[in-house]
């Protein structure tokens, strides 16, 4: 068995598999997957997926070979932390779409390779390297394609959609990705696993994996308090009651200490993050003041421009209004004379 593909659970016709590492040569290659399916001999494959990602063409193979009609597979994906990457085309060879527990993460991005180069050259020699560098371009391009084919056959969302979500680098947690046709369902399930914290996947290159903690920090803050609150009301509930004389003794939850502090923990948290929107308002008003105070000065710049020429004006019809005025009185003076 490879040493990074985990079977979890085995049985005549079906195997679990988890993918809990990056995809490639220094995780699960499509070698040691392909081999691993083909030595179990079962068309059942129930495959849990927490990973960064990594070489699209292991991804691309193991996707083929699960999703091949000759194979035949009934393939069952669960999502438990994160699928980003080449990750995200194995999810996908579920043909009822993957599931995913509610607090993982969903990403896809651009495909990209890394190139470096640290020789002297000279000026033919960065021409030659530029159309190298042209043609792996065109090859990006053709993998791009081809990742955008299997989100839109899967999401219904039209490729233009789906490449520029590719070229955003979209993350995407459990409930913005079923809305957005990647997964079919949400179920329950444990904390982010650690498969995707920050530091971890900006090591990979995604310059979005503060998304990630922005968006967790606040909502799992308040879930915990919620819980917590939730498991304690339950046990004073469950709690062994007496009975006096065929009278169950009431328990008044709200007078409860530790309800009142749980309760009052969870009101600090909510007004934390309500002073940060309020915060992020005023400044939203601030700038709106400044964008104000800016167009007016505009429009007084443009007002004093288009009096310029007009004074100009003036002063050039001046003096034709006089001569014309002294023009006509001696007409006048002409016509009395007569």
Do not use: C
């Given at each position: 068995?490879?040493?990074?593909?985990?079977?979890?659970?085995?049985?005549?016709?079906?195997?679990?598999?988890?993918?809990?590492?990056?995809?490639?040569?220094?995780?699960?290659?499509?070698?040691?997957?392909?081999?691993?399916?083909?030595?179990?001999?079962?068309?059942?494959?129930?495959?849990?997926?927490?990973?960064?990602?990594?070489?699209?063409?292991?991804?691309?193979?193991?996707?083929?070979?699960?999703?091949?009609?000759?194979?035949?597979?009934?393939?069952?994906?669960?999502?438990?932390?994160?699928?980003?990457?080449?990750?995200?085309?194995?999810?996908?060879?579920?043909?009822?779409?993957?599931?995913?527990?509610?607090?993982s993460?969903?990403?896809?991005?651009?495909?990209?390779?890394?190139?470096?180069?640290?020789?002297?050259?000279?000026?033919s020699?960065?021409?030659?390297?530029?159309?190298?560098?042209?043609?792996?371009?065109?090859?990006?391009?053709?993998?791009?394609?081809?990742?955008?084919?299997?989100?839109?056959?899967?999401?219904?969302?039209?490729?233009?959609?789906?490449?520029?979500?590719m070229?955003?680098?979209?993350?995407?947690?459990?409930?913005?990705?079923?809305?957005?046709?990647?997964?079919?369902?949400?179920e329950?399930?444990?904390?982010?696993?650690?498969?995707?914290?920050?530091?971890?996947?900006?090591?990979?290159?995604?310059?979005?994996?503060?998304?990630?903690?922005?968006?967790?920090?606040?909502?799992?803050?308040?879930?915990?308090e919620?819980?917590?609150?939730?498991?304690?009301?339950?046990?004073?509930?469950?709690?062994?009651?007496?009975?006096?004389?065929?009278?169950?003794?009431?328990?008044k939850?709200?007078?409860?200490?530790?309800?009142?502090?749980?309760?009052?923990?969870?009101?600090?948290?909510?007004?934390?993050?309500?002073?940060?929107?309020?915060?992020?308002?005023?400044?939203?008003?601030?700038?709106?003041?400044?964008?104000?105070?800016?167009?007016?000065?505009?429009?007084?710049?443009?007002?004093?421009?288009?009096?310029?020429?007009?004074?100009?004006?003036?002063?050039?019809?001046?003096?034709?209004?006089?001569?014309?005025?002294?023009f006509?009185?001696?007409?006048?003076?002409?016509?009395?004379?007569?």
């Amino acid at each position: 068995m490879s040493k990074l593909l985990n079977i979890k659970n085995q049985t005549a016709d079906s195997i679990d598999l988890l993918i809990d590492t990056e995809i490639g040569s220094y995780g699960v290659s499509a070698k040691g997957f392909i081999s691993e399916v083909k030595n179990a001999g079962v068309k059942n494959i129930n495959l849990t997926i927490n990973s960064v990602g990594g070489s699209v063409f292991d991804a691309f193979a193991i996707y083929d070979f699960l999703v091949s009609p000759q194979n035949n597979f009934n393939v069952s994906v669960k999502i438990e932390g994160l699928a980003a990457s080449a990750a995200t085309i194995i999810a996908l060879a579920d043909r009822k779409k993957p599931k995913m527990t509610e607090n993982s993460f969903f990403m896809i991005h651009n495909p990209s390779l890394l190139v470096m180069n640290f020789s002297d050259m000279e000026a033919s020699d960065l021409r030659e390297q530029a159309k190298e560098f042209e043609s792996t371009a065109d090859f990006l391009d053709s993998i791009k394609n081809r990742l955008a084919s299997i989100y839109s056959n899967i999401t219904g969302k039209n490729k233009a959609k789906i490449n520029q979500m590719m070229d955003d680098e979209t993350w995407m947690d459990a409930q913005e990705a079923l809305s957005n046709g990647f997964i079919s369902s949400i179920e329950k399930g444990v904390a982010i696993a650690a498969m995707a914290d920050e530091q971890t996947l900006k090591k990979y290159g995604y310059n979005k994996a503060s998304y990630i903690n922005n968006k967790t920090n606040s909502e799992m803050d308040i879930k915990n308090e919620i819980t917590e609150l939730k498991d304690l009301v339950k046990s004073l509930f469950t709690s062994k009651k007496e009975e006096v004389s065929n009278v169950v003794t009431e328990v008044k939850i709200l007078d409860n200490e530790e309800v009142k502090n749980k309760i009052a923990s969870i009101e600090s948290v909510i007004a934390s993050h309500e002073t940060e929107v309020n915060n992020k308002i005023q400044e939203i008003e601030e700038l709106k003041n400044k964008l104000s105070a800016l167009e007016d000065e505009n429009a007084l710049l443009k007002a004093s421009k288009s009096e310029i020429p007009a004074a100009q004006n003036t002063a050039n019809t001046e003096p034709q209004n006089s001569e014309k005025g002294a023009f006509a009185q001696w007409l006048i003076k002409a016509a009395q004379n007569r």
